[in-house]
């Protein structure tokens, strides 16, 4: 049976999911969706109404972590659910991803020439409904997630104070966040960076540091350029399962 995986194509917890059932060799169909939009299929699936959804059977995931939990199931060992790993899954979910994703909202609202990367891996008539419905959707966005100067300055913190953390864990040399082994926290980290960070590798192609000028590069060429960067970028490089 081949698992359905609801998604916001470029969504960064989307893209932790996505990342999980690659590294576990699940077969899945993705079934993608334009932000607002993704609600009708999470409600045909009785699903919340945020994604990612994983439907297999009669059963929906209805989060990453427990989409990670589930593809751990199916292949034990494969994301090494120590405590350790866990406990910083849960704040980089919390924390780093809320932040990252408001940081990038506020850069790609006014940016319609970056609509195309909205548009890939949805249905047609939903790419061509948004542009009808752009500014609703966004007005509605940036109200529910706080998508205001103010908050992407708080979020800016938010994402530094990570950003020191996974620094200081990588200060003795270990080359994963919790020693030798690639855990779910490492795939955590790098994926909900993937916002700041625009790593090649990410599967729907996201924009470049060239697309940006003036304060956005600086903070994205900072992020890219710190441990903490340098390491997510590493992990994509190295360790970004994607299927054939």
Not at 183 to 204: G, K, M, N, Q, W
Not at 227 to 234: E, I, S, T
């Amino acid at each position: 049976m081949t698992a359905r995986l609801i998604t916001i194509p470029f969504s960064h917890y989307c893209e932790k999911a996505r990342w999980a059932l690659d590294r576990a060799g699940i077969s899945y169909d993705e079934d993608g969706h334009l932000p607002a939009f993704h609600r009708f299929a999470t409600r045909r699936a009785r699903a919340r109404g945020s994604v990612p959804a994983l439907v297999v059977g009669d059963r929906v995931l209805p989060d990453s972590t427990d989409i990670i939990a589930w593809a751990e199931a199916q292949r034990p060992g494969a994301f090494a659910l120590t405590d350790e790993a866990l406990a910083l899954e849960d704040y980089f979910d919390r924390q780093l991803g809320p932040a990252t994703r408001r940081w990038a909202y506020f850069q790609l609202f006014p940016r319609h020439d970056l609509d195309y990367m909205l548009d890939r891996g949805v249905p047609r008539w939903e790419a061509r409904a948004f542009k009808i419905t752009r500014p609703l959707v966004t007005r509605l966005m940036r109200r529910a997630m706080n998508i205001t100067p103010g908050g992407v300055d708080r979020s800016r913190k938010k994402i530094d104070e990570a950003f020191a953390r996974v620094g200081e864990l990588l200060g003795d040399g270990r080359r994963y966040l919790t020693g030798d082994r690639f855990t779910v926290a490492d795939l955590t980290f790098a994926s909900l960076c993937s916002p700041i960070l625009l790593p090649r590798e990410h599967p729907y192609g996201l924009p470049t540091v060239d697309d940006f000028t003036g304060d956005p590069r600086r903070e994205l060429e900072a992020w890219r350029t710190s441990v903490a960067g340098a390491f997510a970028l590493r992990v994509y490089a190295e360790d970004r399962t994607v299927r054939a």
